[in-house]
């Protein structure tokens, strides 16, 4: 009995099931393409690397997850209150015709479990064929060939959506039991007719919160556009604390700021019924400023990651091919208290043939006594600012004019030649630093390093002496053969072209060179060894950004049908409070287009509301971001901004419309 009653009520009250049945399936689409993409056909064929990073977004996702669903579990239980609250009436004529509060418990439990059934079903369905595009999508990020691609569907992505979800929805049951359980009949009857207290401020109070959240939002943004990310961590947090609590002040003072300020509009406040639709608006916002406050964060959130990430990944993966010039270099740390001093040494204690991998160059690399900060601070741009200003323990380094050379012509390239009286300035940063590098080499002709003088022989070259991480080597001089002898060794390095059987040779360097940055090598060997392969260096930097960009998308899309579902549910919630005011002003005149012309302005104001802020946060958080994304290596965020303003289109203004849509209905 319960069961047939519990379906029909479902299919009789579809249509206001319907918000909370599309939320619940993006969810558990969403949750479950996510948790699905390492398992897909398309990440199977990787290397040492590759498999390490998909491992590590393995367990990012996990810990994500349990975020995400902690949030969609609030979500659910808000939209859950929703159904109650629009069905108070329905539950106290069950009351009346004498069913306990115990069997109309049953009911809902019933019904939530049969909408959740359904719901879960639509949502894996539908994650299993978005997880196939968003594996390839991965795929293309990581690099990885998926030529040998096949449709896969994951049992552990399954597995763990269904117990999620099913957690979910038994607190749900548990809600709607003890929600049910304190609910008294007259309440249930006379839901309707009351009406929510209404705390109205002063005007003078809300001008002056307003004013107030302005500041302090200035301040936040000037700060942050100053200093950037990279100042300093506790800078950041603060000026991300200001920002949180400048918007909450922000929809705190905007209902009795704004309307006090539209009423001096006489052409506006009076005109169709706009005094009404406003009035609803004021009262609404008054009681929801800090959901409107916590929405309007998680959309910036999610137009910010949007916007920068896939510009973000670019910028991380610009530039690689000139940094990774060989296909490994080893190197050796040399410190004065290890008995090896050279990297042939290391390689012999660790029984290592690398000239049989091919062809070979070693040499050292010096340190000198000149710092890189007073060089290159006079010459500094928005560009190389955020790291000239932390090179205060960063050196120049030295190489003999011979090993450049050799290492020169070991990649193809023809060496500059200079006098004995000169040095040839290398960078592998030159991207970031280009400018100021021209400045410098314009400005100064000479260069004192390890109290000897040397003329500076043109600009500083573009070059990398060895294949390392990205930008690592700031500025090295090529200096005479004699004058290197008496620096004091920094590093000793075997570069590598490999001559076949490049999987191999790179998944054994990288489990070598992984052990030693672990402490393995130092910890049984007494020594370090630094350096990577081409194949290490471009999977990292690849790797690293599309985490980081997946983890973004996840969240911020979670974020984004989080607010707009949120939104939708709070104005389908006063449609049903205010249902009666509707039918008076139908009593009064008021035509249905009208009518539904007041209700389409009051949902489309509503909905902007947070939008607009978060866009306006957004404005000065993606010129911060793109100043940190020039820095390494500049990137364009027109094409992800559009994608971003289409992704937003397309959800919030889908439930905008499903909005419009229920409310029109329910006042009906």
């Not at 909450?248 to 209902?255: A, I, P, Q, Y």
């Not at 406003?278 to 008054?286: A, G, T």
């Not at 490999?498 to 910890?523: F, I, P, T, V």
């Not at 969240?555 to 005011?581: H, K, P, T, W, Y």
């Amino acid at each position: 009995m319960f069961f047939k009653l519990s379906l029909r009520n479902v299919k009789r009250s579809f249509k206001d099931y319907f918000i909370y049945f599309l939320t619940l399936t993006f969810a558990v689409c969403i949750f479950y393409s996510f948790n699905s993409v390492a398992d897909q056909e398309a990440m199977q064929d990787l290397s040492a690397s590759q498999s390490d990073m998909i491992k590590t977004l393995k367990q990012l996702l996990s810990f994500v997850s349990i975020f995400v669903s902690v949030i969609l579990g609030f979500l659910i239980i808000f939209a859950n209150n929703f159904l109650i609250k629009r069905r108070k009436k329905e539950l106290g004529l069950y009351m009346t015709l004498g069913m306990g509060k115990y069997k109309i418990s049953r009911l809902l439990v019933t019904e939530t479990l049969v909408v959740g059934i359904l719901s879960l079903a639509a949502g894996l369905a539908a994650g299993v064929f978005i997880s196939q595009g968003l594996s390839l999508l991965t795929a293309s990020m990581f690099d990885v060939d998926f030529t040998g691609y096949a449709f896969v569907f994951s049992n552990d992505a399954m597995l763990k959506t269904v117990l999620y979800f099913g957690i979910i929805y038994l607190l749900v049951m548990v809600f709607n039991s003890i929600v049910i359980s304190r609910y008294k009949l007259i309440d249930l009857l006379t839901a309707a007719r009351k009406n929510e207290q209404l705390k109205v401020r002063k005007t003078a109070v809300s001008v002056m919160l307003f004013i107030l959240s302005l500041l302090i939002l200035g301040i936040a943004y000037g700060v942050m556009l100053k200093y950037g990310l990279m100042e300093s961590t506790a800078l950041v947090w603060t000026c991300v604390g200001l920002g949180s609590f400048g918007t909450l002040l922000f929809f705190m003072s905007l209902s009795g700021f704004a309307l006090n300020i539209i009423q001096q509009s006489k052409n506006i406040y009076f005109k169709d019924i706009n005094i009404f639709v406003l009035r609803q608006i004021n009262s609404k916002v008054n009681t929801t400023f800090l959901s409107m406050t916590i929405i309007c964060l998680m959309l910036f959130f999610t137009i910010g990651v949007l916007s920068s990430g896939f510009s973000l990944k670019d910028a991380m993966n610009r530039d690689l091919e000139a940094a990774t010039p060989f296909d490994a270099s080893v190197g050796l740390f040399i410190e004065e208290n290890s008995s090896i001093k050279d990297i042939r040494q290391a390689e012999q204690k660790l029984g290592l043939d690398l000239d049989s991998y091919g062809e070979t160059h070693r040499f050292t690399r010096y340190q000198t006594d000149q710092s890189l900060k007073p060089l290159l601070l006079p010459y500094k741009d928005k560009s190389s600012e955020p790291l000239v200003d932390h090179f205060d323990q960063t050196y120049v380094t030295a190489i003999a004019r011979s090993d450049y050379e050799a290492i020169a012509a070991m990649q193809g390239k023809k060496p500059v030649k200079t006098k004995d009286n000169e040095v040839l300035l290398l960078s592998s940063a030159g991207s970031t630093f280009k400018d100021t590098f021209k400045r410098f080499t314009r400005e100064t002709k000479t260069i004192k390093l390890n109290g000897q003088t040397y003329s500076i022989a043109g600009n500083v070259i573009d070059f990398a002496s060895s294949t390392d991480f990205k930008g690592l080597e700031f500025l090295t001089a090529v200096v005479p053969d004699q004058a290197a002898v008496s620096m004091k060794p920094l590093h000793s390095i075997t570069n590598i072209q490999y001559d076949g059987g490049e999987r191999a040779k790179n998944d054994y360097l990288y489990k070598l060179l992984s052990a030693s940055m672990r402490g393995q090598l130092q910890k049984e060997q007494g020594f370090t060894l630094s350096g990577a392969t081409k194949t290490m260096v471009h999977e990292t930097y690849t790797g690293a950004s599309a985490i980081t960009v997946f983890i973004g998308i996840y969240l911020g899309i979670i974020f984004l049908i989080s607010s707009a579902a949120v939104l939708a549910l709070q104005q389908l919630s006063e449609a049903s409070d205010n249902a009666e005011r509707y039918t008076v002003l139908k009593k009064i005149g008021v035509t249905k287009k009208g009518i539904n012309k007041a209700i389409f302005r009051q949902i489309f104001i509503y909905f902007m509301m947070p939008l607009s802020l978060a866009i306006l946060h957004s404005i000065f958080g993606v010129q911060v971001v793109n100043k940190e994304i020039m820095v390494a290596g500049g990137g364009n965020v027109l094409l992800s901004s559009l994608l971003t303003g289409l992704i937003i289109i397309t959800v919030y203004g889908g439930y905008f419309l499903a909005t419009y849509s229920g409310y029109k209905r329910i006042v009906k």
